[in-house]
Structures are given as structure tokens and as C-alpha cells.
């Protein structure tokens, strides 16, 4: 159910919404919790698996600063490609796209990095203790990890209304589809677990809460639908289906529209800390 998800952005339409629409509303904002908390020192190294358009990769690349240096991996090479297309920032760290699945990290060296991270990519991988595994091997004894997923889909209210508008109009087997991929790991104790297992210590899991904001207002959500596991439904929806859809939307989503149009939504992730 996970693969609608992975790969629903291999194409130039729908990677340039995920970068113009959904990163600066959910991904970058899950960023600079993650950043935060890892208090970057200028010089060090840092590993970014399931990078996708280099969401966490480029910020971390200005904290480290050009005496660091930064490796981004993603088994997607259209992803890559949007990275690589974002161009060095001066005075950054330089930075290194790989791609390669995150088990095994293909191309990075034992004990090469002194932090890796992954943002809302680990629910996604078939082995998710291995791909820790790997995570670990790549840093440095005392390296730190930082891993972000998000928690239950009924936690954010943007989520589990967009899933209600799914179970509205399609039915409940929809809707359990729609949820089967981003928030498929959303207990921070099987989270902190995993971590433990793959030989982490330290291992902590805190909840963040972050404000999306989509100034575009509902016109995104059908798009943002239409790359879901539901995206075959709503994507051919007929005239009928689309006149619900636009109605459940409101009647879900409306109380999250400000008066300049734009809809707000806090949105809950989990992210665990730990040390090699």
C-alpha cells in the first residue's frame, strides 16, 4: 500500500507540487524541528537518507557551513534531480546526492558522518530496522541520528480530514488505503524500539506539533489527494464525485480556512533522538 506513496512524485507535475505546494507547508517546517534539536556545529558531517528534494539536506548544508559537509540519499533520481536543480547556497556545506535505497546505503563509507537523519521516510522502507542499521554503520562512534515520522493520522486534523472527505465519497476501504503509507509508524514506543534494536542508545522520542500553513487554500487538497493511494479514485472522479468531493472538503476542511483564504492546520510528528 506503502508503494502509491514512494513513488506517486516521479513525475515533473507532481514533484513540482510536492516542492512548491507541500514542502514549505509540511516538510520544511518538520526541518527545523529536526535541526533545532540537533544544534549543527559548523565542520561536521551529516547524512540525510530519504531526502527527497533536499528538504533537510539545504538548510543543514548553511549550518554546517563550508568547512562541512553534507551527503542527501533517495532511491528516487527524480528527486535528486530537483535537488541538484536548487543549486549550491554560498557559504554552505558542500553537498554530495547519492542515490541509493536506504538498505544498504550504496556509496557511503563506514563511520563517515557525525549526524544522519531521515525525515518521514522510515514508514516507508520494507526494512526498517536495517535501513537504522545502515544509518549507524555511516556515522561515527558518538555520531547522533535524528528520525522523523509522523504520528497517528487522527493526532493532525488536515490528515484525518482529508481522510474523512476520502471516506465520504468513496467508502471506508478508500480511506484505510489513504492512511496505509505516511502514518503507517505512528507509535513512539515501536519507533524508539526500532531504534534500539538497530543498536542506538539514548534513544529519546519527542512529539512535536507544527503549524502548516497552505495559503493556496482547498484548491490543493484534491491534488494533493490525487497523489495518495487514493489517487486513481479521486483523480477520475466523475462530475458527480468531483460536486462531493468539493462539498466534503468544505464541510471537513472549512473551519481550517482563514479569513485571507489560506488553510492552517497543526500537524503532529514524532521524532526520535539517539546516539551511536
Known sequence: MTDKWATAFEAAGPMAFYD???????????????LDDL?????????????????????????????????????????????????????????TWLETPACPLEGVADESHDVATCQQGLQFFPDRVGALREMRRALVPGGRLAIAVWSAIDDSPLFDGLGEVVRDVFGEEPRN??????????????LAAAVSEAGFRDVRVE??????????????????????????????????QRRRIDEALERRLGSMVGDDGAVRSPLVTNVAFAVR
Open 177 to 190: 488505503r489513504y492512511a496505509s503509507g505516511p502514518w503507517g509508524l505512528p507509535d513512539p514506543g515501536a
Open 207 to 240: 512529539r512535536h506539533t507544527i503549524d502548516a500553513v497552505f495559503p493556496e487554500g482547498l484548491a490543493v487538497m484534491l491534488p494533493m489527494l490525487n497523489l495518495s493511494p487514493v489517487g486513481d479514485e479521486t483523480g477520475e472522479a466523475d462530475e458527480d
Open 20 to 34: 512548491e505546494v507541500m514542502r514549505p507547508a509540511i516538510f520544511d517546517p518538520v526541518a527545523r524541528v529536526v
Open 39 to 95: 544544534a549543527l556545529r559548523p565542520g561536521e558531517r551529516l547524512l540525510d537518507v530519504a531526502t527527497g528534494p533536499g528538504s533537510l539536506a539545504l538548510p543543514a548544508a548553511e549550518l554546517l557551513g563550508p568547512t562541512g559537509r553534507v551527503t542527501g540519499c533517495d532511491i528516487s533520481a527524480a528527486m535528486l534531480a530537483l535537488a541538484k536543480g536548487k543549486g549550491p547556497v554560498p557559504d554552505s556545506a558542500p553537498i
